[in-house]
């Protein structure tokens, strides 16, 4: 007998289907909930498929964001061998059934019947530091989001307020300036201020400059001011707004900096984030993500894979004596690597930085490649020498 065990996992709870061997079901589904009494019942019933059956079954379920963290925990606790499947492979088997069903119980027993139809591996676990890592970046991509799209709102809304403010501080959105703005954020204010306290205000939040650079930027201040078209008293709920989207770009600034922090302290402490930021054009951020969203490199047995794990990888369609000759790539791995391997390639060859890239991309534009078409080469060549360095050890220098 081969025993396997099919967990549909959602929010909270699973649905448990066992299967003996191929086209054997073994009793009803049902469902389980992720608490520490269900998964005990949920041992108890593994036990039982392993008694009936005479060996330990496997453990099949879909990669579900979050999730399932609470069962992986669990079968790992119990020593349990699970399979870990793509979603887009499961997918696939629940549309080859003729008939159009779609619930939890014949989700997981599609699960069991792929089992026995594909060569699946077991999940490879992965190291906590790189999940931590992983989470970390991650955070922090979610949160640049927010700060860049809070900005757009900032600046929409100070056009209607203080536009002429965009020129005192040569970064808007430094520290110094928001809180600048923060106190007088009308002209009124500004003018009745004066040039004295203005001046005394930014040394104070500035305490790296000189006072006559706070005296410049609030002169600077004063003459915006002056030349500022609109009247406060036309726009209270605007400044209400401001003022919410300043405090909102401190707070922001302030989690990206101690995610900054987190992330080079946990990064540091890995060999493999050397090795990746070794390559010209790649820089602190960029290799702490690359390799989070990579992990292990023994995950992978040949370049390929990780191209493929990347989205990069060609599509192929053909039909007969039909063979497309304009194939896009697949898109269906790793966004997030993906978008990291694009800006690792677009800072190597903006300045030469990486030059043995930067050749590479000359050659396929003389040969007539449109710039996207250069640049997934780019990635492509790229990922494989990512993928040589970690697999060796070795730095970037080490390989050319």
Not at 166 to 177: A, C, I, T
Not at 361 to 377: T, W
Request: proline letters at 3%; glycine letters at 6%.
């Amino acid at each position: 007998m081969n025993p396997v065990v099919g967990l549909d996992v959602s929010r909270g709870e699973s649905q448990v289907q066992a299967f003996f061997d191929k086209g054997r079901p073994y009793s009803k589904s049902f469902k389980v909930s992720h608490t520490n009494e269900a998964l005990d019942s949920l041992l108890h019933f593994l036990k039982e498929v392993e008694n009936e059956s005479g060996m330990e079954p496997t453990i099949i379920l879909e990669s579900t964001g979050h999730y399932h963290a609470p069962i992986i925990q669990f079968l790992e606790e119990q020593n349990y061998l699970y399979i870990m499947v793509n979603p887009l492979l499961s997918y696939q088997v629940k549309k080859s059934s003729l008939r159009k069903v779609k619930t939890d119980a014949i989700d997981a027993f599609h699960l069991c019947e792929l089992y026995y139809k594909e060569d699946l591996e077991p999940y490879k676990k992965r190291g906590i530091q790189l999940l931590n890592l992983r989470n970390l970046t991650r955070q922090h991509e979610t949160i640049t989001g927010l700060y860049v799209q809070a900005k757009l709102q900032f600046h929409a809304i100070l056009d209607q307020v203080f536009p002429e403010y965009k020129g005192v501080f040569g970064d808007m959105y430094s520290k110094v300036s928001l809180n600048t703005l923060l106190e007088f954020n009308t002209s009124d204010s500004v003018l009745q201020a004066g040039e004295c306290n203005l001046t005394v205000k930014i040394a104070g939040l500035c305490l790296t400059r000189s006072e006559r650079w706070a005296q410049e930027r609030a002169k600077k201040l004063i003459e915006a001011a002056q030349r500022n078209p609109f009247k406060s008293t036309l726009y209270q709920s605007h400044l209400i707004s401001l003022e919410m989207y300043i405090q909102m770009l401190l707070q922001y600034q302030e989690h990206l900096a101690k995610l900054d922090a987190q992330i080079d302290a946990l990064a540091g402490e890995i060999e493999e984030y050397k090795i990746i930021q070794s390559i010209p054009g790649i820089g602190e951020k960029i290799a702490a993500t690359i390799l989070s969203e990579i992990g292990e490199i023994e995950r992978f047995n040949h370049p390929k894979k990780l191209v493929a794990f990347s989205g990069i990888d060609p599509s192929v369609h053909s039909s007969g004596k039909f063979t497309a000759t304009i194939n896009r790539i697949t898109k269906r791995g790793s966004s997030r690597l993906r978008h990291a391997l694009y800006m690792a390639v677009l800072c190597g060859i903006r300045g030469s930085r990486n030059k043995k890239l930067k050749e590479f991309y000359d050659r396929k534009r003389e040969e007539g490649k449109p710039f996207k078409v250069a640049m997934i080469a780019c990635t492509n060549k790229l990922i494989h020498w990512i993928y040589a360095l970690l697999k060796r050890k070795e730095t970037f220098l080490d390989l050319v």
